[in-house]
């Protein structure tokens, strides 16, 4: 039997019924964070004005039922992976809604927990910021500023970065001079 600060467990529960309690309660703990978000969603949008006191009156910290409505905005209930928590959400919530189904899908297909799936995501992140550091490693070219300005000229004129117009100049050279000389890109 539940009470308000606490579980009474009869002295005799079985083992099976003992373990099933404590499934159906992590359940439940994992439901009412998504219940508290779409219940706050939902009070935002109905009850604007009387909203704020009713929320307060509820007696949870502003910071976690606000972050509870930010999760439960990010993934609507037809997104929300039942064989994963409340938390998993949370870990790729920041992420663009492709990159979150991906993470998600990964994490329910091999049974990662919540603390799998942050290891997973900063080892990505980590290889990710790798790759960008190799990416950047360029030689550093001194130019006058007449070209720098004609090129920004140019890459305006495709409406690109004078970055990402470099990088396609060059690309187009090399494809060039590989081409001349029968090379292969």
């Not at 009850?47 to 976690?64: F, H, I, S």
Request: proline share 3%.
């Amino acid at each position: 039997m539940t009470t308000r600060t606490g579980l009474v467990i009869p002295s005799d529960l079985a083992f099976d019924d003992w373990a099933d309690a404590g499934f159906r309660i992590s359940r439940l703990v994992d439901s009412f964070a998504w219940c508290l978000g779409d219940w706050l969603i939902y009070g935002q949008e109905r009850y604007e004005r009387r909203y704020a006191e009713t929320v307060e009156r509820v007696g949870l910290e502003y910071q976690t039922l606000r972050n509870y409505a930010w999760i439960a905005r990010k993934f609507p209930i037809g997104r929300r992976r039942e064989e994963l928590s409340f938390q998993h959400h949370t870990e790729v919530a920041a992420l663009p809604e492709p990159e979150q189904d991906h993470w998600l899908d990964l994490a329910a297909e091999k049974g990662w927990s919540r603390n799998r799936l942050r290891i997973q995501l900063r080892n990505h992140r980590r290889a990710a910021q790798r790759a960008d550091r190799k990416a950047a490693e360029l030689p550093r070219v001194r130019v006058s500023t007449d070209r720098i300005d004609t090129w920004q000229k140019a890459a305006a004129e495709l409406n690109t970065s004078l970055d990402a117009w470099i990088v396609q100049a060059l690309d187009r050279a090399a494809a060039q001079a590989l081409g001349a000389t029968g090379g292969q890109r």
